[in-house]
């Protein structure tokens, strides 16, 4: 009864999130690496040690663009304390600027378990573009890129206990994109919100710590995950300016807590769908990024 309470407490604060603030989720990409994203008790409730991945993701990024992430993930065991994920995905933005489309980025990650509950995570993000797309000659804002547009390392550790997870990382850009978008670059009239700029965009770093709780339902086949997701962007993002003199993004710096919902129910011996929902409670003042407000996902599934 106390893990129903919890979980309907929590469901019913992430539309309130969604209404009162206006700043991300701020996930670069380690937020959803499997070991990093959640422990699943419908994944542990399945002997077989391969799994495939289909799912979308929806949410609102900057400026009001509209942003729909379809993506692949293959899961598998290589021993009995390791395993791999790679995951594909694809980004369609729309807003009043721009439609664009096309793969964003393919995350690869191995985890080794350390001890009975406990592993520790090594990953790397490469982006299929650099950020770089345009439109009738114009650099676009970052919000209207399938792309972060970095190759990132992710270096994570996850702890899992019955009913309690928790788990920590660090994602780290070592090459950087290439965008160009400079406001005054466009017509007067044309922009009409205050668009950040981001030519030789450099993004710092982030770190996040997960804590998240677990409770079963149904003998098992219905699983709700709710959790808190602080992540800190390390350090203030720079741009290039008109003049070609390198500038800090004051604000850019700072925390962004999370709160994430996953329901997981099991259709059958090697099945499940999971649906997902995310909202910050508190945000960075700036996000050059571009990154959403929100999300919701759908996923499904497939055990072998």
């Known amino acids: 009864m106390k893990s129903l309470k919890f979980t309907l407490i929590f469901i019913l604060s992430i539309p309130l999130c969604g209404l009162v603030y206006s700043q991300g989720c701020s996930d670069a990409g380690f937020c959803t690496i499997p070991t990093i994203k959640s422990v699943s008790p419908a994944d542990s409730a399945f002997r077989l040690k391969n799994h495939l991945k289909l799912g979308s993701a929806y949410g609102i990024a900057q400026y009001g663009v509209s942003v729909i ?16 994920a790679v995951k594909v995905l694809y980004g369609i933005h729309a807003g009043d600027l721009a439609l664009t489309h096309g793969l ?4 690869a990650s191995v985890d080794y378990q350390v001890i009975r509950n406990a592993k520790v995570v090594l990953g790397i993000k490469v982006p299929f573009n650099r950020a770089d797309k345009k439109k009738d000659g114009l650099p676009l804002p970052m919000a209207y890129q399938t792309s972060l547009g970095t190759t990132d390392i992710i270096l994570g550790i996850a702890v899992a206990g019955k009913y309690f ?38 993004r710092k770093g982030d770190v996040l710590l997960r804590v998240s709780h677990i409770a079963n339902f149904r003998n098992n086949k219905l699983s709700l995950i709710s959790g808190i ?7 203030n993002d720079t741009y290039v300016d008109s003049t070609g003199q390198r500038s800090e993004i ?20 090697s099945n499940y769908i999971e649906i997902s929902a ?20 759908v996923e499904y599934v497939i055990h072998f």
Do not use: C, M
């Not at 964003?104 to 995350?107: E, K, L």
């Not at 004051?250 to 011996?269: M, V």
């Open 69 to 84: 992430t379809p993506y692949v993930e293959y899961n598998g065991e290589l021993g009995n304390k390791i395993s791999t």
């Open 104 to 107: 964003a980025d393919i995350i």
């Open 165 to 202: 997870s928790l788990t920590t990382a660090w994602q780290q850009p070592f090459i950087q994109n290439k965008n160009e978008f400079l406001p005054e670059e466009y017509p007067i009239g044309l922009l009409t919100d205050n668009y950040i700029p981001t030519r030789g965009f450099q």
């Open 229 to 235: 997701l602080p992540i800190y962007h390390l350090g």
């Open 250 to 269: 004051y604000g850019s710096k700072g925390l962004t807590l999370n709160l994430n919902l996953f329901l997981q129910y099991k259709l059958n011996e």
């Open 278 to 297: 995310g909202a910050p409670i508190i945000s960075r003042e700036v996000r050059p990024d571009g990154l959403n407000q929100f999300s919701i996902g």
